[in-house]
């Protein structure tokens, strides 16, 4: 394969980025390097090995599955360097405890993922982190919760369960503006999960760590689990070494199945975002649901925040019914449903529908989210059979 441009539209680099010939030996996708030690063929090699983590030296240091990854994944975001997790909640953990210590502090929105949340309280905050939560459309009002022992700030766009849209552009001049006076540096991560790079790359509008549960799109086809943390020039050294001292790193198997989920992404989540953008203007019509909670569409609270910064969606919403139903109604909705399968995850070719709440951390606006809260994720089946198998569930919910 000759070399490829430097500059290529995004749906190309995803199926050219990461596929360096010395590790693919003629095969189109790089096989998994199964292999913990790793062999130098001299002393100097030996004395002299890449501490940059460019090469193959040790297994839990990388792999070229791995390293490939990381390049491909480099390059899509806009990032300096990425590294490869066993797992999103991995991802989080080394993209927020490389930059936290005893007596820290960090702001965390009251949108993020519930077991983020629960990582900074029940893990981080026995070690003596002061963590502290945020409403996530607090806008202007985070420069009164800034501290000069801050240290992080953790986003999450869009929040899980409620899908809220920070003003993320706000947030970091304020954050930025407000470090600048007390004279600290203050490290901002974004989860980036719900609409991926390929429709928002965070590190362009000033965020310094991107964390991607890559168990989601990038692997496509719910079969592994894999995160990625992509970072700018000046946060990349202390992520690798929060991922070295914690002994994460993501196996060649994983890697394998992330590159090769990757050279499909776009075509998936294109046409995800398709059927999600129908099936909730549908379900907004639907006299048994209150709110369609999905950013890209216009009755959106959050369209106008979406747009600004966002260029496409994931296929994940919030759907708040009419009102709080019993256990047996849910089980005549959830049970007979023929498209739509119940598990945890989401990002998959195939659709998914759960009862959801809202997380334990969560004190602001829940007054909103009183009635049954439930998370869809759409696949990649006909919409009409969703939207057909939807409209039957909802009958049987109306009817138990």
């Known amino acids: 394969m000759k070399q490829k441009p430097k500059k290529t539209k995004q749906r190309t680099t995803l199926i050219h980025s990461g596929r360096d010939k010395k590790y693919r030996q003629g095969a189109v996708n790089i096989p998994p390097y199964r292999a913990s030690t790793v062999i130098f063929e001299s002393l100097a090699e030996y004395r002299g090995w890449d501490r940059e983590f460019r090469d193959f030296v040790y297994g839990r240091l990388g792999s070229p599955n791995s390293l490939a990854l990381e390049e491909a994944y480099s390059e899509l975001s806009g990032a300096y360097r990425s590294v490869a997790t066993n797992s999103g909640m991995s991802a989080i953990n080394i993209a927020a405890s490389a930059f936290l210590n005893q007596g820290d502090h960090v702001l965390v929105t009251e949108g993020s993922y519930e077991p983020a949340g629960l990582f900074f309280t029940n893990h981080l905050a026995p070690f003596g982190v002061e963590v502290e939560f945020f409403s996530p459309i607090i806008g202007e009002g985070i420069a009164a919760r800034l501290k000069p022992s801050t240290r992080v700030v953790y986003l ?29 540096n203050i490290t901002i991560v974004l989860d980036n999960t719900w609409a991926g790079p390929l429709f928002f790359r965070p590190l362009e509008h000033g965020i310094d760590v991107e964390v991607q549960a890559a168990t989601k799109y990038i692997v496509g086809h719910s079969d592994a689990m894999l995160g990625i943390v992509a970072c700018t020039k000046d946060s990349y050294k202390a992520v690798k070494a929060s991922a070295l001292f914690q002994g994460i790193s993501a196996g060649p198997e994983e890697c394998y199945l992330g590159l090769r989920g990757m050279r499909s992404m776009a075509v998936r989540m294109e046409q995800q975002f398709q059927n999600a953008m129908e099936i909730a203007n549908w379900l907004d019509n639907h006299p048994t649901v209150k709110a369609v909670l999905y950013p890209p569409a216009p009755f959106s609270r959050y369209h106008d925040l979406w747009k600004k910064t966002f260029s496409g969606g994931g296929s994940l919403m919030g759907i708040i019914l009419d009102k709080q139903y019993p256990e047996d109604a849910l089980a005549h909705l959830f049970d007979h449903m023929e498209l739509f399968a119940m598990g945890y995850s989401w990002g998959g070719y195939e659709s998914l529908l759960i009862p959801t709440k809202l997380q334990k951390f969560r004190v602001s606006d829940v007054e909103y989210y009183d009635n049954t809260l439930l998370r869809l994720h759409a696949g990649l089946e006909d919409v009409a059979d969703l939207i057909e198998d939807l409209k039957k569930g909802l009958a049987r919910l109306k009817s138990g």
């Open 156 to 184: 999450e766009a869009p929040s899980t369960t409620t899908f809220e849209i920070h003003d993320i552009e706000l947030l970091v001049r304020i954050v930025r503006e407000k470090s600048s006076q007390m004279g600290t």
